[in-house]
C-alpha cells in the first residue's frame, strides 16, 4: 500500500510538472514565434519606406541584402511598373545588375504570386519567403523577407525545450521519489502504529474475554447452584469486564487525541495544591508495600492548564513510579519554580530503563519490563496518555534513566505570572 501511495505521488506530481512545463513551452514557443513575425513584418514595412535612390548592395542568396539596421535578416525588395512591364531589384534596373534566366524566372514567379494572392502580406511557402507590398505610382513595391531566420530560431527554441524539458524532468523524478519517501514516512509510521496497535489491544482483550468465558462456562455448568456459592467466579468476570473497560477507555481518549478532539479547558490553577492532593492517597499505597514516598512542593505555584487534565497526569507518573520501583524502594516528588516555568519531577529508585528503550516508553501498549505489565494491571497505555495530556497542554515531558541516579520523569509548564502579582 505504501509502495503504491509512492508511485501515485511521483506520477501525480511528474504528471503536473510535465504540463506546467509543456503549457509554459508552448506558451513561450508561440510568444516567440508572433514576437518573430512581428519582427519580421516590421523590418519589411520599415524597408519598404526606403527611396529607391538609397538601394542596398547585392549579395547573397539571389538578391539577399544585409546593408541596413535589419542586418540579421535577409531581405529585398522588388519595384514592379505596370506599364513598362519591367521591375528593378534592390532599385537597380534588371539589365545594370545582370540576372541571369532563372533568377529572372524567380522573380517573374514571386511578382505573380504577390499579384494573385490580392493582398498587402503573406508567406510564400514554396520559396520559404514573407512579402509585404505597397502600392507606388507605377506598380508595387514589394519587400521580400527569408523566413530562415525565424525556423532556425524556432527550431533552435525546440532543442533547447526538449534539453531543458528532459533535464527538468529528470530533476523532478528525483527530487519527488526522495519528497514521496519523506511525505509517506509519518503515513507509514502511523500505519505501522495503527496495526500495532490492533494487533496489542487484541492480544490485551484475549485474556480478559478468556476468563470471561471460562468463567462464565463453570456457572453455566452448575445452573443449580447457589449464586453465593458461584460469587468467586463472578467477581472474576467482574475484574476482567473492568480491565475491558479500562482499556477501550484509555483506547477511545487516545483516539480522540489523534483527531485533535481532545480540548482542554484551561483556567488558572495552583499547581502545588493539586499535586499534594494527588499524592495523598499514594501514602497508603506507600505504606502497604513498604516504599518511601518523599515530597517536595514549593507552595503557590499557578498555571494557566485544566485541573482534571494535571490531577490524571499526577496520578499516572505517580502510580508509574510506584509500579516501576524496585522493593523497598523510594520514590521523590517535587513540584518547583525554575525561572519561568513550573517543573514537576516524579523520580523513583530500581532498575534503570535501557537506553535503547527510552525512546519508545511513550509508545502505546510499550512495557518495559513485559513480565510485571500483567499482575500491576498495567497496558502500556498510561505514559502514552500522559504523553497525550501533555501535548493538549502544550507543556513538555521527558523522561532520564540511569543506573546511578535512577528514573525521572520531568513535566514542565508555564508559570502565570499575572496571578502572582495580583
Same mark, same amino acid.
Request: aromatic residues 10%.
Given at each position: ?120 502580406? @503573406? ?15 507605377? @506598380? ?239 497496558? @502500556? ?42
Amino acid at each position: 500500500m505504501i509502495r503504491k501511495l509512492r508511485v501515485k505521488f511521483v506520477f501525480t506530481n511528474m504528471l503536473i510538472v510535465s504540463i506546467v512545463l509543456i503549457m509554459a513551452f508552448v506558451f513561450i514557443y508561440f510568444s516567440t514565434a508572433n514576437n518573430l513575425r512581428s519582427d519580421s513584418i516590421s523590418a519589411m514595412k520599415e524597408i519598404s519606406k526606403i527611396k529607391t535612390s538609397e538601394a542596398f548592395s547585392v549579395y547573397g542568396r539571389f538578391f539577399m541584402n544585409t546593408d541596413n539596421e535589419y542586418s540579421y535578416l535577409s531581405t529585398f525588395t522588388v519595384d514592379t511598373n505596370d506599364i513598362s512591364m519591367k521591375y528593378q531589384i534592390n532599385g537597380f534596373e534588371v539589365d545594370a545588375i545582370n540576372i541571369n534566366e532563372q533568377q529572372n524566372d524567380y522573380i517573374n514567379t514571386l511578382i505573380r504570386t504577390v499579384y494573385s494572392a490580392g493582398i498587402s502580406e @503573406g508567406i510564400i511557402d514554396e520559396y520559404n519567403l514573407r512579402y509585404y507590398s505597397v502600392d507606388t505610382i507605377h @506598380g508595387k513595391r514589394i519587400v521580400f523577407l527569408d523566413k530562415e531566420y525565424e525556423d532556425i530560431t524556432l527550431k533552435q527554441l525546440v532543442i533547447t525545450f526538449i534539453f531543458v524539458g528532459t533535464s527538468a524532468l529528470t530533476a523532478f523524478l528525483f527530487i519527488s521519489i526522495i519528497i514521496s519517501k519523506l511525505i509517506v514516512a509519518p503515513v507509514e509510521k502511523s500505519l505501522k502504529q495503527q496495526m500495532q496497535l490492533v494487533a496489542d489491544a487484541s492480544h490485551e482483550l484475549k485474556t480478559p474475554i478468556t476468563v470471561i468465558s471460562a468463567n462464565t462456562d463453570i456457572l453455566m455448568a452448575n445452573r443449580d447452584s447457589h449464586i453465593n456459592e458461584q460469587m468467586k467466579w463472578l467477581e472474576y468476570i467482574k475484574t476482567e469486564a473492568g480491565r475491558m473497560t479500562e482499556l477501550v477507555n484509555n483506547m477511545l481518549f487516545l483516539a480522540k487525541t489523534d483527531e485533535n478532539k481532545l480540548v482542554q479547558a484551561k483556567s488558572v490553577i495552583n499547581l502545588s495544591d493539586i499535586v499534594n492532593s494527588c499524592i495523598l492517597p499514594f501514602e497508603s499505597i506507600s505504606y502497604e508495600n513498604n516504599k518511601n514516598l518523599s515530597i517536595n512542593i514549593t507552595p503557590n505555584i499557578y498555571i494557566k492548564s485544566n485541573e482534571n487534565a494535571i490531577k490524571q497526569l499526577i496520578n499516572i507518573i505517580v502510580d508509574n513510579a510506584f509500579k516501576y520501583s524496585d522493593e523497598h524502594g523510594r520514590i521523590n516528588v517535587s513540584v518547583l519554580e525554575v525561572q519561568d516555568n513550573a517543573v514537576i519531577t516524579v523520580w523513583n529508585s530500581g532498575r534503570p530503563i535501557p537506553p535503547d528503550q527510552l525512546p519508545h516508553v511513550f509508545e502505546r501498549f510499550y512495557r518495559v519490563d513485559k513480565s510485571r505489565s500483567r499482575t500491576e494491571g498495567g497496558y @502500556g497505555l498510561g505514559l502514552s496518555i500522559a504523553k497525550s495530556i501533555i501535548e493538549s497542554l502544550n507543556a513538555k515531558i521527558n523522561v532520564r534513566s540511569s543506573e546511578e541516579s535512577g528514573t525521572a520523569f520531568t513535566c514542565t509548564f508555564k508559570v502565570y505570572k499575572e496571578h502572582q502579582r495580583n
